[in-house]
């Protein structure tokens, strides 16, 4: 099982790669419960695509590193997506990373599992999560896990941020572990057989 973070981090150390890596240590090791191997986790840092990422809207086709990430995210088994917040919403980095692999691969998000989080200086612009990145997941297909992850920088070694970051994890954990496992379906079954996501979701989660 296959775990990608994605990250928008600009700065060296990165409170917004901090965080994705905080995301993976519990997802990873919970996805494949009570397996004792761990889901491969491979981080993608944004920072490093940059220039590809914009001559693929000059030249129509993204470089190797580039086709490298996005080969990364489309065959993952759930992504966790982080970003700094600029002007109140996502950076123009990591909207450019996706709207670029939305090009390439329009389906490359369709039904996979993602966990939104997000870093800023004040909780003040914590509604990005709902007003931004919930509404861009969900219009590229995705899966969207159903708590999101803020922290801003009062956050970091206070109560609560541990917790969040549990129960985030556990969703996407849940849905990556619940859809390794389903059966698929197919003909009249897809119509019959399709259960509401809230629904999924209560049922992966562990009982008590």
Not at 152 to 164: K, M
Not at 187 to 202: K, N, W, Y
Request: net charge negative; charged share 20%; proline share 7%.
């Amino acid at each position: 099982m296959r775990l990608v973070v994605v990250s928008a981090g600009l700065s060296v150390p990165s409170s917004t790669r901090l965080l994705g890596d905080r995301l993976a240590a519990v997802a990873a090791p919970a996805a494949t419960a009570p397996e004792p191997q761990p889901a491969d986790v491979e981080v993608v840092e944004l920072r490093d695509l940059a220039v590809e990422i914009a001559h693929t809207f000059t030249n129509g086709f993204p470089g190797r590193a580039l086709a490298g990430a996005f080969d990364a995210v489309a065959g993952a088994d759930g992504l966790i997506v982080v970003t700094p917040v600029f002007s109140a919403s996502y950076s123009g980095l990591f909207k450019s990373f996706f709207d670029a692999l939305s090009v390439t691969d329009p389906e490359a998000l369709a039904g996979k599992p993602v966990l939104i989080a997000a870093t800023g200086g004040t909780a003040r612009h914590s509604l990005v999560l709902d007003h931004a990145l919930r509404p861009l997941f969900s219009h590229l297909k995705a899966v969207v896990v159903p708590t999101g992850v803020y922290a801003a920088s009062e956050d970091w070694g206070a109560e609560g941020l541990n917790g969040r970051v549990e129960r985030a994890a556990g969703e996407l954990a849940a849905l990556m572990a619940g859809l390794s496992t389903a059966r698929p379906l197919t003909g009249r079954d897809s119509f019959e057989e399709v259960t509401p996501f809230e629904e999924r979701l209560a049922a992966l989660r562990p009982a008590g």
